[in-house]
């Protein structure tokens, strides 16, 4: 293959690019071409989701960005001489490329942003290493000059460029029927012939397939809030898809050096990704111990661990000795893995938000299984007491991160998120981007609108696509009816298709609720980042599995309305000389609100509100903190058939069976049924002779 795309917008250009990514792939694939580019608007999205499509297809990928670049300063809020941005192509060609290209889509959010995110070329000059610049579309800067008639400023800037990137800079010609791009056409060439600067020819490719072109100018109307019978809308001439060796050679017939370009280019091209494959790969977030522990952050949690232990189990507890053995035990697997820091970061937010009178919740999840976090103060379950398996959550046969989700009152979530901010640094702390796409009743719903007809029909239409329908075509498996009347109405049937093209198209991009990065080092060192414009907090534009996947470390800070209520409550009661304790046992087993949830009196209580759980809790008639556990684990899709056992064995334990001895030890605190995770491991190892490491292996293939 002697030809490779170097500009290629995916779906991550939100409403402008049509083509995914995995398509993208496919269609390279077939075309026999041996490397890829990935060059969306201002946005480092895609950047790891294409790599690993690339390398799953036998694709080499090229990561880029086509950058905004203000025409003067970037902090300068305005436009010059009618110009706000000009475009420019780069390309990474190594580790430090990668990380230059990150800063840049940074500093164009935090810096530049008029508009749209822009870079300026004093930022170039910073962070030019590594980097292959081209001159990008007919918005380039280049272009538009010489559409001005200004070649000699032209000439100008190409030289610019070039005393800059040497080597690495290329202008770049297109050709797709465009009146303008003819005009600059042979302008680019001359400036190229005279200064010995490179020529490289590409389609600026939005879609896939030329089939695709219509559906691609629906997207841009979705776009513009505009509708096909606009004459002013947003319009693409020519051909933007994902061509062929053969017909870009057919429009550039004359230039074979434009496309031998592309393939040193592509040579010039070799970063990977790193990722996380053991714990030694993943940045622990900075952690400010005592001065005299030095950088010993795993001596200092243990310390404070043992502390905490004669704290939680004092000497004559009953479980004191269990728990100093699995303490001991636990020390030792989180010091082989390397994750005190996480621990200690953890047990940092828990703190202040204790200290700043926030209400914190006692523990969820699988760190709820952990001694260690019990003694550190990070949960407040005591898991000996609930026979809960630190496997579960730290296994040191399936190496990953832990992960500990902690609640905190919902009404102080900006002080907490602040506090987390604070303590690392602004330019150490981000939230994670999240992208939504166009689902199928989304899709035609859009479409009608696009076409002009009234928001009626695409409800009509939308309300006959099952909810469980996955895609439109299978929507209309599932609903002959939908598909007798859109197949009876060739209007419809034209909606349908172009709806069919457009689903699954990412259509917009948000901020994770809870997830959020602490990092080593500054966030633009690892990763592109946005900003979030309510809070002003760096995002980072990879997905929340891409983030961990290159070995960052994920915090959720997970915010829980409830916790605010009983807050509230707490405090007015105290007003009142009345002070409830938090999760002890009294609290937790008071019979009167057993009393009072077993007459369905639920309203307001967490998980236990909807109507058919209200109902369960009414048959089970909970006599114990217990009973709620196992209520709310049973009430789910699956576990949920074996309620009625489950309630039979409770009020009825004579109707109790095991189906071997061994498991009655086990299943007796739940009459005989299988309930809880821990529970499935629990028989494994008994049963099988697995160790907690294998078992839990077990437990998460099951699902």
Same mark, same amino acid.
């Given at each position: 293959?002697?030809?490779?795309?170097?500009?290629?917008?995916?779906?991550?250009?939100?409403?402008? #690019?049509?083509?995914?990514?995995?398509?993208?792939?496919?269609?390279?694939?077939?075309?026999?071409?041996? !490397?890829?580019?990935?060059?969306?608007?201002?946005? #480092?999205?895609?950047?790891?989701? @294409?790599?690993?499509?690339?390398?799953?297809?036998?694709?080499?990928?090229?990561?880029?960005?086509?950058?905004?670049?203000?025409?003067?300063?970037?902090?300068?809020?305005?436009?010059?001489?009618?110009?706000?941005?000009?475009?420019?192509?780069?390309?990474?060609?190594?580790?430090?490329?990668?990380?230059?290209?990150?800063?840049?889509?940074?500093?164009?959010?935090?810096?530049?942003?008029?508009?749209?995110?822009?870079?300026?070329?004093?930022?170039?000059?910073? =962070?030019?290493?590594?980097?292959?610049?081209?001159?990008?579309?007919?918005?380039?800067?280049?272009?538009?000059?010489?559409?001005?008639?200004?070649?000699?400023?032209?000439?100008?800037?190409?030289?610019?460029?070039?005393?800059?990137?040497?080597?690495?800079?290329?202008?770049?010609?297109?050709?797709?029927?465009?009146?303008?791009?003819?005009?600059?056409?042979?302008?680019?060439?001359?400036?190229?012939?005279?200064?010995?600067?490179?020529?490289?020819?590409?389609?600026?490719?939005?879609?896939?397939?030329?089939?695709?072109?219509?559906?691609?100018?629906?997207?841009?109307?979705?776009?513009?809030?505009?509708? %096909?019978?606009?004459?002013?809308?947003?319009?693409?001439?020519?051909?933007?898809?994902?061509?062929?060796?053969?017909?870009?050679?057919?429009?550039?017939?004359?230039?074979?050096?434009?496309?031998?370009?592309?393939?040193?280019?592509?040579?010039?091209?070799?970063?990977?990704? *790193?990722?996380?494959?053991?714990?030694?790969?993943?940045?622990?977030?900075?952690?400010?111990?005592?001065?005299?522990?030095?950088?010993?952050?795993?001596?200092?949690?243990?310390?404070?661990?043992?502390?905490?232990?004669?704290?939680?189990?004092?000497?004559?507890?009953?479980?004191?000795?269990?728990?100093?053995?699995?303490?001991?035990?636990?020390?030792?697997?989180?010091?082989?893995?390397? =994750?005190?820091?996480?621990?200690?970061?953890?047990?940092?937010?828990?703190?202040? /938000?204790?200290?700043?009178?926030?209400?914190?919740?006692?523990?969820?999840?699988?760190?709820?299984?952990?001694?260690?976090?019990?003694?550190?103060?990070?949960?407040?379950?005591?898991?000996?007491?609930?026979? %809960?398996? @630190?496997?579960? @959550?730290?296994? &040191?046969?399936?190496?990953?991160?832990?992960?500990?989700?902690?609640?905190?009152?919902?009404?102080?979530?900006?002080?907490?998120?602040?506090?987390? /901010?604070?303590?690392?640094?602004?330019?150490?702390?981000?939230?994670?981007?999240?992208?939504?796409?166009?689902?199928?009743?989304?899709?035609?719903?859009?479409?009608?609108?696009?076409?002009?007809?009234?928001?009626?029909?695409?409800?009509?239409?939308?309300?006959?696509? &099952?909810?469980?329908?996955?895609?439109?075509?299978?929507?209309?498996?599932?609903?002959?009816?939908?598909?007798?009347?859109?197949?009876?109405?060739?209007?419809?049937?034209?909606?349908?298709?172009?709806?069919?093209?457009?689903?699954?198209?990412?259509?917009?991009?948000?901020?994770?609720?809870? #997830?959020?990065?602490?990092?080593?080092?500054?966030?633009?060192?690892?990763?592109?980042?946005?900003?979030?414009?309510?809070?002003?907090?760096?995002?980072?534009?990879?997905?929340?599995?891409?983030?961990?996947?290159?070995?960052?470390?994920?915090?959720?800070?997970?915010?829980?309305?409830?916790?605010?209520?009983?807050?509230? /409550?707490?405090?007015?009661?105290?007003?009142?000389?009345?002070?409830?304790? %938090?999760?002890?046992?009294?609290?937790?087993?008071?019979?009167? *609100?057993?009393?009072?949830?077993?007459?369905?009196?639920?309203?307001?209580?967490?998980?236990?509100?909807? /109507?058919?759980?209200?109902? =369960?809790?009414?048959?089970?008639?909970?006599?114990?903190?217990?009973?709620?556990? !196992?209520?709310?684990?049973?009430?789910?899709?699956?576990?949920?058939? @074996?309620?009625?056992?489950?309630?039979?064995?409770?009020?009825? &334990?004579?109707?109790?069976?095991?189906?071997?001895?061994?498991?009655?030890?086990?299943?007796?605190?739940?009459?005989?049924?299988?309930?809880?995770?821990?529970?499935?491991?629990?028989?494994?190892?008994?049963?099988?002779?697995?160790?907690?490491?294998? !078992?839990?292996?077990?437990?998460?293939?099951?699902?």
């Amino acid at each position: 293959m002697s030809y490779v795309h170097l500009h290629l917008h995916t779906d991550y250009s939100i409403l402008d #690019g049509l083509g995914k990514i995995k398509d993208y792939v496919k269609r390279a694939k077939e075309l026999g071409m041996d !490397a890829l580019a990935i060059t969306d608007h201002g946005v #480092g999205y895609g950047l790891d989701d @294409f790599y690993d499509e690339c390398k799953a297809g036998g694709i080499k990928p090229i990561l880029g960005c086509e950058f905004y670049v203000a025409p003067a300063d970037r902090k300068l809020k305005e436009a010059v001489d009618g110009e706000s941005y000009y475009h420019l192509i780069l390309l990474v060609k190594n580790e430090t490329g990668y990380r230059n290209l990150c800063k840049l889509i940074t500093r164009s959010n935090t810096e530049g942003f008029y508009k749209k995110p822009r870079i300026d070329f004093s930022l170039l000059r910073q =962070f030019h290493d590594g980097l292959i610049c081209t001159s990008a579309c007919v918005a380039g800067e280049v272009s538009k000059k010489i559409l001005k008639g200004d070649v000699e400023g032209a000439e100008e800037t190409a030289l610019k460029y070039r005393d800059l990137f040497g080597d690495d800079y290329y202008l770049e010609i297109q050709k797709h029927g465009i009146m303008d791009e003819a005009k600059a056409f042979q302008i680019i060439i001359q400036i190229a012939r005279k200064y010995d600067i490179p020529l490289i020819c590409t389609n600026d490719c939005h879609y896939v397939y030329p089939e695709d072109k219509e559906a691609h100018d629906w997207l841009l109307c979705m776009q513009t809030k505009s509708n %096909l019978d606009d004459p002013e809308r947003l319009h693409y001439e020519g051909d933007y898809s994902l061509r062929s060796e053969e017909e870009m050679r057919s429009l550039f017939p004359n230039l074979p050096d434009a496309f031998d370009n592309t393939v040193k280019i592509a040579d010039k091209c070799n970063f990977d990704f *790193t990722y996380a494959h053991k714990p030694s790969d993943y940045r622990m977030p900075k952690v400010f111990i005592p001065p005299e522990y030095g950088k010993d952050y795993f001596q200092y949690m243990s310390d404070e661990a043992y502390k905490g232990l004669d704290w939680r189990y004092p000497e004559g507890h009953p479980e004191r000795q269990q728990a100093e053995t699995q303490l001991e035990y636990e020390l030792g697997i989180i010091k082989q893995m390397g =994750f005190a820091e996480y621990f200690l970061d953890t047990r940092k937010t828990i703190m202040w /938000a204790k200290a700043h009178d926030v209400l914190v919740g006692p523990g969820r999840g699988s760190g709820a299984g952990s001694v260690n976090n019990y003694c550190l103060g990070i949960t407040d379950i005591d898991p000996i007491k609930y026979h %809960l398996i @630190f496997e579960r @959550f730290l296994n &040191p046969e399936r190496i990953s991160m832990p992960d500990i989700d902690v609640d905190y009152e919902f009404d102080r979530k900006d002080d907490v998120i602040k506090s987390e /901010a604070d303590s690392n640094g602004l330019d150490h702390f981000s939230k994670i981007q999240t992208f939504t796409a166009m689902l199928p009743k989304g899709a035609i719903k859009a479409c009608i609108r696009v076409v002009g007809l009234p928001p009626k029909i695409g409800d009509h239409f939308s309300k006959m696509i &099952p909810d469980d329908a996955k895609s439109l075509e299978e929507a209309m498996q599932l609903n002959p009816d939908l598909k007798e009347e859109i197949e009876g109405n060739e209007d419809y049937r034209k909606i349908w298709n172009i709806a069919t093209k457009i689903q699954g198209t990412k259509s917009a991009v948000s901020t994770h609720a809870c #997830g959020h990065i602490p990092t080593p080092v500054p966030c633009e060192d690892l990763y592109p980042c946005s900003v979030d414009k309510k809070t002003g907090y760096l995002v980072c534009q990879y997905n929340m599995a891409e983030v961990e996947h290159l070995g960052n470390l994920k915090k959720d800070l997970l915010m829980l309305r409830n916790l605010t209520v009983i807050s509230y /409550a707490r405090n007015e009661l105290k007003k009142q000389g009345i002070n409830v304790p %938090l999760w002890n046992e009294d609290i937790l087993n008071d019979k009167e *609100t057993l009393a009072m949830l077993s007459r369905g009196e639920t309203m307001g209580v967490f998980q236990l509100e909807g /109507a058919g759980i209200t109902q =369960f809790i009414k048959e089970l008639r909970p006599d114990s903190f217990e009973d709620i556990i !196992a209520g709310v684990s049973l009430y789910r899709p699956g576990p949920m058939d @074996f309620i009625p056992q489950y309630v039979q064995g409770k009020h009825h &334990p004579e109707t109790i069976h095991y189906l071997v001895p061994q498991l009655e030890h086990i299943l007796e605190p739940t009459y005989g049924v299988i309930v809880y995770q821990e529970q499935v491991m629990q028989i494994v190892r008994d049963l099988a002779g697995f160790s907690m490491g294998r !078992a839990d292996v077990v437990r998460k293939a099951m699902g």
